[in-house]
């Protein structure tokens, strides 16, 4: 018993050296890594065996890996749109980075080459996106579980993965994601620009009386009032069906009810109050114009029978509509 603290006391130093070997282990793992990252610019391509040697403990840095599979057998159409993201953000950190003093690692692992991973982790869906936090150094965290973004919510963005990597990179370096300048955008725009400039210049002469003219913008202003009235904004927001059966076989163009509406229900009322406002403009502006006193007559009579039965027909639709309206015009009775 007397021989053990001698034994312990002279144990102690090798414990530490073992300690300090493993530590200077983790820091050159990470100068290794963040060396081919650099290289690559682009996250490291993975293995399985590649994956366990980045994400093994001790580490005192991070690893951000996505778990992708890009295959067209696999059919992931979120791995495909949001690979050129991650290759962004990937690239402008280390970029930003160079140095290595954000302490973090970028690493991709597709299915095709890192099968056993995907097993072992018992991933069923993809992309997988995890970060590592450090379990040794001046950064390390207690939980040893990586974080796992949330893809839920559809294809992300590379500033909305760089503003949740930053969140827990607290004390770090965060560059900032710089998209390449898109010179092809730019050229088409300013030559469009100054293509469209140009017309419009050469064609002002022509343009400005059509511009001026009252009747256009009354035109547009009568149709605008007739899509809006006939219930357009109502179909595209509740994005109703055009027509709907009445479960004998036939076909309903109208239903009851102030909160339901078909598609064809909006285009029936839209053309009857079109109708509507051409005979009573035509009436109040074109009639009196006829100097043949006959043809005004038919005119008057024509339009007024036309404006009575298009007004019965809108009762009787309005009838369907509110079953309890008690008014209504013949024919439509």
């Known amino acids: 018993m007397r021989w053990l603290p001698l034994l312990l006391s002279l144990a102690l130093p090798?414990?530490?050296?073992?300690?300090?070997?493993?530590?200077?282990?983790?820091?050159?793992?990470?100068?290794?890594?963040?060396?081919?990252?650099?290289?690559?610019?682009?996250?490291?391509?993975?293995?399985?065996?590649?994956?366990?040697?980045?994400?093994?403990?001790?580490?005192?840095?991070?690893?951000?890996?996505?778990?992708?599979?890009?295959?067209?057998?696999?059919?992931?159409?979120?791995?495909?749109?949001?690979?050129?993201?991650?290759?962004?953000?990937?690239?402008?950190?280390?970029?930003?980075?160079?140095?290595?003093?954000?302490?973090?690692?970028?690493?991709?692992?597709?299915?095709a080459d890192g099968r056993d991973t995907f097993v072992s982790l018992g991933l069923q869906t993809a992309p997988v996106l995890l970060l590592f936090q450090p379990t040794t150094g001046p950064h390390a965290v207690p939980a040893a579980e990586p974080l796992r973004y949330d893809f839920t919510n559809g294809p992300q963005i590379a500033e909305q993965v760089h503003g949740w990597v930053a969140r827990h990179l607290p004390g770090r370096p965060h560059p900032a994601v710089k998209r390449p300048v898109n010179y092809l955008l730019w050229v088409v725009t300013t030559v469009s620009i100054l293509g469209g400039a140009g017309a419009i210049f050469k064609a002002w002469p022509y343009i400005l009386p059509f511009i001026q003219n009252r009747n256009v913008w009354a035109t547009i202003s009568i149709i605008g009032i007739l899509v809006f009235t006939g219930g357009h904004m109502f179909n595209q927001i509740r994005k109703v069906p055009y027509?709907?059966?009445?479960?004998?076989?036939?076909?309903?163009?109208?239903t009851g009810g102030f909160q339901n509406q078909l598609g064809i229900e909006t285009q029936i009322i839209g053309f009857i109050y079109g109708a509507l406002s051409f005979m009573v403009i035509a009436l109040i502006l074109r009639v009196p114009r006829q100097s043949d006193n006959k043809l005004q007559q038919v005119l008057v009579v024509g339009l007024s029978g036309g404006i009575f039965l298009l007004y019965g027909l809108l009762l009787s639709i309005f009838r369907i509509k509110n079953g309890g309206y008690p008014f209504s015009l013949p024919p439509f009775v």
């Open 14 to 111: 090798f414990g530490s050296l073992a300690a300090k070997k493993s530590a200077s282990a983790a820091v050159d793992r990470f100068d290794e890594w963040h060396s081919k990252a650099v290289s690559s610019v682009t996250p490291i391509k993975l293995d399985d065996k590649s994956y366990k040697s980045l994400t093994s403990a001790p580490r005192d840095y991070t690893v951000a890996v996505l778990l992708t599979a890009m295959a067209t057998r696999f059919g992931c159409q979120l791995c495909r749109e949001f690979q050129p993201e991650w290759e962004l953000l990937g690239k402008t950190w280390t970029k930003g980075d160079k140095k290595g003093e954000s302490r973090l690692v970028f690493g991709t692992l597709d299915f």
């Open 243 to 254: 027509v709907a059966g009445d479960g004998k076989g036939n076909v309903n163009y109208f």
